[in-house]
């Protein structure tokens, strides 16, 4: 039997992208400084080609022009931003009225543009006042947080129908307190894990937040409250030690079952815990933790899918600072690149997550919360008519698409797909280095938006539903 490459019709396809990495005018309105801002100011060499978290794409300024881009240039049908803590409350904890009255202007224009509006909390991003309070190390700072959810929801419950407590939750822990690449750069395993647990405990606080004002009737009819992961699957060699297999659990249990068990079961994976105990990891765990990450069960999931993970036994298992180290990165000899992002191209690996997720987590519900093709400025060509050519992410954006569908067709509870940075934008240390979108953002032109050649084709695909 042919097969069927079409996506349901009630599919979501739309787009995903931040505050922080989109709205610029970092300081007007009452905005704190959030870490980015400080380490622009702190160390701009830091940033690819200096150019740091102030301007974003402009969206503050362009918002409108950009919906419209969004529903009549490329047929999409909804929207994912995040909320700026640094935006949205002083330094007290209460409300900024001015961050609140952008949200509301947004959300209005989002609304009137047709799109369906998805919105996320924490996207990497924590005022800078707090941050130096200890971050995530410090339960003030988990309090903090989860007064800031219960803000929002109350603030804008009864207009934003889907809401996330959290982007990524593993990727902050690993590029600020392990892999030293964000600042203030720590190296420290043991580190990245407490973060790690105290932002499952920040999750469930403002799950349970969310929940009370839902029994409350404050938030619309049929509100949702999800996480979203960058959930890659993790592969080993073809002929796998006993030793490759431990890598590929640990990396599985940290990185992915970690959030699957707490958003499905209300509790963290117990072998991993008692694993990572074993090695001499210590946890800031309090008495009462349980009954808190009872309730961080959530009605959906996003998973961001850039790429697979490959890992094998490690050479050594112990850091020179002493902690443990549970998997070296695998370079599969048939792995293909993109290689401008320096990442591997594996479209199945969307599959495999459905099939596992349909597998382990029976009935939960995702959707694919970002995807995307992001490469440097110098690698895209423009045609005659000026525009940008970019076939390879069409490519991209269709076999990704093929293997949902084949996911879907087989049993994945899939519901949706978003783009990541359909409009190219700011991206942390890598600024304006990978450019994702199919509109180009023209920085030497006052933020100008221009459509890449690819655009028509995503306009197609996301209008019919069928991928071509
Ligand atoms: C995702 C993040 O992991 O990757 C985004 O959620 C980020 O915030 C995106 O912008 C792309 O990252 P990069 O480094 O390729 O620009």
């Avoid at 001015?98 to 989002?110: I, K, M, P, S, T």
């Avoid at 996330?164 to 690449?181: I, K, L």
């Avoid at 933790?289 to 850039?306: H, P, Q, S």
């Amino acid at each position: 039997m042919a097969e069927n490459l079409t996506l349901p019709e009630d599919f979501f396809f739309g787009a995903a992208m931040s505050g922080p990495q989109t709205e610029g005018r970092w300081h007007e309105g009452g905005k704190l400084e959030n870490i980015w801002d400080t380490w622009s100011m702190e160390n701009i060499d830091d940033f690819y080609n200096k150019v740091g978290s102030y301007v974003g794409n402009d969206f503050m300024t362009m918002y409108e022009g950009d919906l419209d881009i969004l529903k009549n240039d490329l047929g999409l049908d909804s929207m994912r931003t995040s909320i700026q803590w640094s935006r949205l409350l002083d330094k007290d904890g209460n409300l900024n009225p001015e961050g609140a009255e952008w949200y509301h202007r947004l959300f209005a224009a989002v609304r009137d543009a047709g799109l369906d509006l998805f919105v996320n909390l924490y996207h990497f991003d924590m005022p800078t006042y707090l941050f130096r309070k200890g971050g995530w190390e410090s339960r003030e700072v988990v309090e903090a947080y989860a007064h800031y959810a219960r803000t929002a929801f109350e603030e804008f419950g009864g207009e934003v129908k889907y809401w996330f407590t959290f982007n990524e939750p593993t990727v902050e822990p690993e590029q600020r307190y392990e892999e030293g690449n964000w600042w203030p750069k720590y190296k420290n395993f043991n580190r990245a894990r407490a973060v790690q647990y105290n932002i499952s405990i920040a999750h469930s606080m403002a799950v349970q937040a969310f929940r009370e004002l839902q029994s409350a009737g404050k938030l619309v009819e049929g509100a949702r409250i999800g996480l979203i992961n960058a959930f890659m699957p993790p592969y080993t060699k073809e002929d796998p030690s006993p030793a490759d297999l431990e890598a590929v659990r640990m990396t599985d249990g940290i990185n992915n079952r970690w959030w699957l068990d707490l958003v499905t079961k209300g509790e963290l994976p117990q072998d991993v815990i008692e694993t990572l105990q074993e090695r001499g990891c210590v946890l800031p765990v309090r008495p009462g933790d349980d009954e808190i990450l009872a309730r961080g069960t959530v009605d959906w999931l996003g998973c961001n899918y850039y790429q697979p993970k490959r890992v094998q036994a490690p050479a050594k298992d112990t850091a020179e600072n002493g902690c443990p180290i549970f998997a070296d990165p695998y370079r599969w000899p048939d792995a293909v690149m993109n290689e401008s992002r320096g990442w591997e191209v594996y479209p199945k690996g969307i599959y495999d997550f459905g099939m596992s997720a349909a597998k382990d987590y029976p009935g939960l519900e995702w959707f694919v919360s970002e995807n995307g093709m992001g490469v440097e400025r110098e690698y895209e060509h423009r045609g005659a008519d000026g525009r940008i050519q970019d076939p390879y992410r069409v490519d991209f954006v269709r076999q990704h698409l093929e293997w949902i569908a084949r996911a879907i067709n087989d049993g994945a509870n899939c519901v949706g797909y978003h783009y990541w940075g359909v409009i190219d934008n700011w991206s942390w240390s890598n600024a304006f280095k990978n450019r994702y979108g199919f509109v180009e953002v023209d920085l030497m032109e006052n933020y100008r938006r221009r459509l890449k050649e690819s655009a028509d084709w995503l306009k197609q695909v996301a209008t019919t539903h069928v991928i071509d």
